[in-house]
């Protein structure tokens, strides 16, 4: 069972259009982290977030923590070619731990 | 600032033969360190953290070892690989506390013949 379900798993879409990436848990997270990966490459860190409800937003991207921090969503405004890679969610267990819980990540493709 | 080096890129070894995969950290001292395998274009497992010079915890059992030998210094080994061991595996490291965020390596392209 993954500790960290990550939705959709992949997505394809035209330069423009907007987005919306899940990272969900039945399991209570101190903070949860976004990365993204390029093919090659190792993931490069986005954004961590700690407290329930917390919004930030790194340009056209927005991210969210659930307000019982179990769950995270990233919102990407008007897509664009460069965006393209895979997006990892990863979380630090309640506790304090450390080896964070990957989710398997959302493969994004955007089109031109 | 801190960078961690990773290599080689990329390595093309037969099956049965030995494996040394290096990585090392610049800028910061103490840091948790870890190895993960990441297959095409999905999540990563967990091989091994260490939280010390000689402390290694394994993660999955496997034909894998890890060492630390210097405090920013991280090697996976193999003494006789096997098709399954081919895959993109992946170094980083941590500030040595819980729940820190991590920071990869460009990682290593592993392909067994």
């Known amino acids: 069972t993954q500790l960290l379900e990550q939705s959709p798993q992949f997505l394809s879409i035209q330069e423009g259009e907007n987005l919306t990436v899940y990272c969900n848990s039945s399991?209570?997270?101190?903070?949860l982290q976004w990365y993204r990966q390029e093919p090659g490459e190792g993931p490069v860190l986005l954004v961590t977030?700690?407290?329930?409800?917390e919004v930030k937003k790194l340009k056209r991207l927005t991210f969210q923590f659930g307000d019982a921090r179990k769950d995270s969503s990233l919102h990407i405004t008007a897509a664009q070619p460069g965006d393209t890679g895979l997006y990892l969610c990863?979380?630090?267990?309640?506790?304090?731990?450390?080896?964070?819980?990957f989710g398997r990540g959302t493969s994004l493709i955007v089109h031109p | 600032s801190q960078t961690i080096h990773q290599w080689p890129a990329t390595l093309v070894q037969p099956v049965g033969s030995p494996l040394s995969l290096e990585c090392t950290v610049e800028g910061t001292s103490n840091p948790n360190l870890y190895w993960y395998r990441q297959a095409a274009g999905r999540g990563l497992q967990l091989l091994f953290y260490s939280v010390g010079i000689g402390q290694i915890s394994s993660e999955v059992p496997q034909n894998l070892s890890a060492s630390r030998p210097q405090d920013r210094q991280f090697i996976l080994s193999s003494k006789k690989l096997l098709l399954s061991d081919s895959g993109f595996y992946l170094c980083?490291?941590?500030?040595?506390?819980?729940?820190?965020?991590?920071?990869f390596g460009d990682g290593t392209r592993l392909s067994i013949l």
């Open positions: 990863a979380g630090a267990r309640t506790g304090g731990s450390y080896i964070p819980t």
């Open positions: 980083a490291w941590s500030v040595l506390a819980k729940s820190q965020p991590q920071h």
């Open positions: 399991s209570v997270f101190s903070s």
């Open positions: 977030v700690v407290t329930g409800g």
